[in-house]
């Protein structure tokens, strides 16, 4: 009898309280919604549907790890930017004066602001890069190369401005 009581008691306490836990590392405090702008393209040789493409790739970061709904804007949080650097550049050579590698580099300028909590807002620049053979034609792995960095400026962003690690 003392055991059943002590574990209802239990099962009640358990019950009556709320835990809320995210794996992804991310806290949106009261936001319900989220507004991306398209980033705009400052950076010379960037592929045209580069910047489309980061947008898109964010955003279904964002989907994908928040319970945030897009709108087109005037969202509870807001995130505009511009792509500000493109590079394509040797990063190391051979004793005979050859490269040996090269390094494709993207530079994402953001604009963040929580409307709920201005305090959290920032400007700043988040840069990701890929090294590449210099054996292999930049045109041929390109894609590749830009998915890999997309996706590790999407998730240092996420992390900059909804992060809670």
């Given at each position: 009898m003392r055991f059943t009581l002590s574990i209802l008691t239990l099962v009640f306490i358990l019950t009556g309280c709320k835990v809320s836990y995210t794996f992804s590392g991310t806290d949106v405090g009261n936001a319900q919604t989220i507004s991306i702008a398209i980033f705009s393209n400052r950076a010379a040789l960037t592929p045209p549907i580069y910047p489309q493409t980061f947008t898109e790739e964010l955003k279904d970061e964002f989907l994908r790890q928040t319970k945030l709904q897009i709108v087109q804007e005037n969202g509870d949080l807001q995130m505009n930017g511009e792509i500000v650097a493109y590079?394509?550049?040797?990063?190391?050579?051979?004793?005979?004066?050859?490269?040996?590698?090269?390094?494709?580099?993207?530079?994402?300028?953001?604009?963040?602001?929580?409307?709920?909590?201005?305090?959290?807002?920032?400007?700043?620049?988040?840069?990701?890069?890929?090294?590449?053979?210099?054996?292999?034609?930049?045109?041929?792995i390109e894609n590749a190369l830009l998915e890999s960095i997309t996706e590790q400026l999407a998730q240092e962003i996420i992390q900059a401005s909804i992060g809670s690690w």
């Open positions: 590079t394509a550049n040797p990063v190391s050579s051979t004793g005979d004066e050859t490269t040996a590698l090269n390094r494709l580099q993207v530079t994402i300028k953001v604009n963040y602001i929580n409307t709920l909590d201005p305090t959290k807002n920032f400007n700043r620049n988040f840069s990701r890069f890929e090294d590449y053979s210099s054996t292999e034609n930049l045109s041929t």
